[in-house]
């Protein structure tokens, strides 16, 4: 079983529309949790990282959900330069590696 | 600020040649990791290096794989005797710190014919 398992679409949504992934780790020990993206070719780039809390940054919103080991990332009002994949990422940080654990993705295509 | 930079951004050798990839991580980090991403997969971790140290390879095949970050340049990824399976998109990051993000390099795609 795969430490951090995401659906891998393809999610085909039309501009404006609202979608979620969700994602789940097998981990509890995890204590870091990121959305990265990832255009067709080129590097992850750090969407944001995701708090207990939950926290927004403009159109795009994380939630984490310790207990059932669950995140999710909600995008508003899509746009075709939302069309990418989007990585789910733990680490454990404190147990003296570093290392980030990528799930496989989740394809977005936005059309128009 | 220049962000990571790595090369070459493509690579071909032939099995049993040996790659050599670079990756000069941003001005002022001091931790680089390596990642290895298969085709139609997801970026899986190689090794985690301070300079001149190696605190987490776990994830390195323990064969023809080795990594260094030396006093001074570049961190050296190097893949010796490359076979087919080894052609993927390998890419670095650096943070400054432990617990800090990390930021990637655009990749070197490594293809093995």
């Known amino acids: 079983r795969k430490e951090v398992e995401q659906d891998p679409g393809p999610f085909n949504v039309p501009e404006g529309a609202t979608v979620a992934f969700n994602c789940t780790y097998s981990n509890s020990a995890s204590q870091s949790f990121f959305w990265y993206r990832q255009d067709c070719r080129k590097e992850p780039k750090l969407l944001m990282s995701?708090?207990?809390s939950g926290n927004e940054d403009g159109r795009f919103t994380a939630q984490l959900n310790r207990a059932s080991q669950y995140i999710s990332l909600l995008i508003r009002d899509s746009k075709l330069s939302d069309s990418a994949t989007y990585l789910c990422?733990?680490?454990?940080?404190?147990?003296?590696?570093?290392?980030?654990?990528f799930g496989t993705g989740t394809r977005l295509q936005v059309f128009p | 600020n220049a962000g990571v930079m790595q090369n070459p951004r493509h690579l071909v050798r032939r099995r049993g040649q040996e790659a050599r990839l670079r990756c000069s991580p941003v001005k002022g980090h001091s931790h680089v990791y390596w990642y290895r991403q298969l085709p139609e997969e997801g970026l899986k971790f190689m090794v985690y290096l301070q300079k001149e140290n190696i605190i987490d390879e776990s994830g390195m095949p323990k064969e023809r794989f080795s990594a260094e970050f030396p006093k001074e340049g570049p961190s050296i990824l190097r893949i010796q005797q490359v076979v087919r399976g080894d052609s993927a998109a390998y890419f670095c990051?650096?943070?400054?710190?432990?617990?800090?993000?990390?930021?990637f390099g655009p990749g070197t795609r490594l293809l093995v014919l």
């Open positions: 995701v708090y207990s």
């Open positions: 990051a650096s943070s400054p710190g432990q617990g800090e993000t990390q930021y």
């Open positions: 990422v733990v680490s454990r940080p404190l147990d003296n590696t570093d290392k980030l654990i």
